[in-house]
């Protein structure tokens, strides 16, 4: 079956379109024309190779002790079968998060989100996940996964309220031997 989609969805009266789609068999989609989206207090925008620099320094300033290399994300941007969306303020990438895809899944993997330290609490990492899973939803996907550090009480915390749930304990799982958290949200 093929043709074309028109996602939207409406949020606190906003109509926020997050993607055009050409649906393929089996939940695999062809990304259109990056579209903005509209969101209460938030552009949201697909992040591209062009803010690498920006979203390396998100990473350094968010994970200073596991944050992906350059060469990583580079790779994620341009090659992977993976979304990735950015918000901005005042012309600099404030929060960005990349959700992965993987054939014949209905998962998808949030491999990244992070908020500037100073634009924490504005509600941007909520917006930014809502449409990375509402992107997951258009896919056919009936779940998101991630991973996060045992010790991140906050981004647990976080995740707890959006729905998420534990589901294993992974011991060392970072580059530290720290211990990390499977959740996953199931729509």
């Given amino acids: 079956m093929n043709g074309s989609v028109l996602f939207a969805w409406e949020k606190r009266k906003t109509v926020a379109i997050v993607r055009i789609c050409i649906v393929r068999p089996c939940g695999w989609y062809t990304i259109g024309t990056p579209k903005k989206l509209s969101m209460p207090d938030h552009q949201i925008q697909t992040a591209t190779a062009a803010d690498l620099d920006a979203l390396e320094e998100l990473e350094r300033l968010g994970f200073p002790l596991d944050q992906y290399s350059?060469?990583?994300?580079?790779?994620?941007?341009?090659?992977?079968?993976?979304?990735?969306?950015?918000?901005?303020?005042?012309?600099?990438?404030?929060?960005?998060?990349?959700?992965?895809?993987?054939?014949?899944?209905r998962a998808g993997h949030l491999y990244s989100i992070?908020?500037?330290?100073?634009?924490?609490?504005?509600?941007?990492?909520?917006?930014?996940l809502d449409a990375l899973e509402a992107e997951a939803k258009e896919r056919g996907c009936d779940r998101i996964r991630l991973e996060v550090r045992a010790d991140n009480d906050t981004a647990i915390a976080f995740y707890l309220r959006r729905g998420y749930v534990r589901v294993k304990e992974l011991p060392g799982f970072y580059t530290d031997d720290a211990p990390g958290v499977r959740m996953v949200k199931r729509f």
């Fill in 70 to 105: 350059k060469e990583r994300l580079k790779y994620l941007l341009s090659q992977a079968n993976a979304s990735s969306y950015k918000i901005e303020e005042d012309g600099k990438v404030s929060a960005y998060a990349m959700v992965l895809w993987r054939k014949g899944s």
């Fill in 114 to 128: 992070v908020t500037h330290p100073e634009a924490q609490g504005r509600g941007l990492g909520s917006a930014l």
